[in-house]
């Protein structure tokens, strides 16, 4: 058996001893740990049936992903991915601080953002992904080497941890297409302890007149939700959080925030 094999077993038993309700068989023949029947999906919005497709996890970590984000941050105002990255890593306090951190990237994709979470851990820490897309989370173990990452097939609305688990919870890019985001967002605060850092990047409504019109319009057509401002942050306030921060972009909004 080599180290990799020896690794990847590692990490398998770590994200086992996270769940709610571990499986008495844990199926991880696909590369991630599958905890959803075959072929049970998402809601059957056309943007997440975009998602689901077998095309999109080729093209999405270097086509899709840059040009569709950039261009929806503002670009060539808003951060690059790189720099969208190190905001992730600095607003969730993982570094040197916290090497040993446990982090869940929430709707993970291909893996693009828990890789790039991964960065900012040290040997010890752990960031599992978790999507519903059997395509993407396929692509994901693909491409991912990291020891210190593994993913899990689960859906975002439903959490599968047990409370207070991740000390980090990073959700990029997928809050606007989950059916019930408010339902997601409580799930992420449960399995975050006390003191540990949210971080969402989604969508913004422009403050513009109809706005509001055109951005139900979107959802109706697309399955695509636009937040207001003062949406995300108002849900945090509510639910105690504290270091609320946000940076708006043209279409987007990224936030920030510390459980208490
Ligand atoms: C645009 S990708 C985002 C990937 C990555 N986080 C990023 O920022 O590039 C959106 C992902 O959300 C996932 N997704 C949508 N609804 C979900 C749900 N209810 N549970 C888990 N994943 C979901 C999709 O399958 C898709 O992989």
Not at 26 to 35: K, R
Not at 54 to 62: G, K, M, N
Not at 131 to 141: C, I, N, Q
Not at 156 to 181: H, K, N, S
């Amino acid at each position: 058996m080599n180290a990799s094999m020896l690794s990847g077993r590692a990490v398998r038993e770590r994200i086992l001893g996270l769940l709610d309700a571990p499986p008495a068989v844990p199926d991880f023949s696909a590369g991630y740990l599958d905890l959803l029947p075959p072929g049970e999906e998402a809601a059957p919005s056309i943007a997440q049936r975009v998602m689901e497709s077998a095309f999109l996890p080729q093209i999405y970590e270097r086509v899709w992903r840059p040009v569709g984000f950039n261009l929806a941050k503002g670009w060539p105002l808003g951060p690059d991915t790189a720099q969208e990255h190190a905001l992730a890593r600095a607003w969730l306090g993982l570094g040197a601080d916290r090497p040993d951190a446990n982090v869940l990237d929430v709707a993970c994709g291909p893996g693009n953002v828990t890789r790039a979470l991964a960065a900012g851990t040290g040997e010890d820490g752990l960031v599992v992904g978790l999507d519903v897309a059997e395509g993407m989370l396929a692509r994901a173990a693909r491409d991912t080497a990291d020891p210190r990452v593994g993913y899990v097939r689960g859906d975002a609305v439903d959490l599968p941890f047990r409370d207070g688990t991740f000390d980090a919870v990073c959700c990029f890019g997928a809050l606007y297409l989950i059916d019930d985001p408010w339902r997601a967002l409580d799930g992420m605060v449960r399995v975050l302890r006390p003191g540990g850092r949210l971080v969402v990047l989604t969508s913004r409504r422009p403050g513009l007149p109809l706005s509001r019109l055109g951005g139900r319009a979107i959802a109706e057509v697309s399955g695509v939700r636009l937040f207001g401002d003062g949406e995300i942050t108002g849900f945090l306030r509510a639910s105690g959080f504290e270091d609320i921060r946000r940076r708006r972009y043209a279409a987007m909004q990224m936030v920030g925030a510390t459980r208490t």
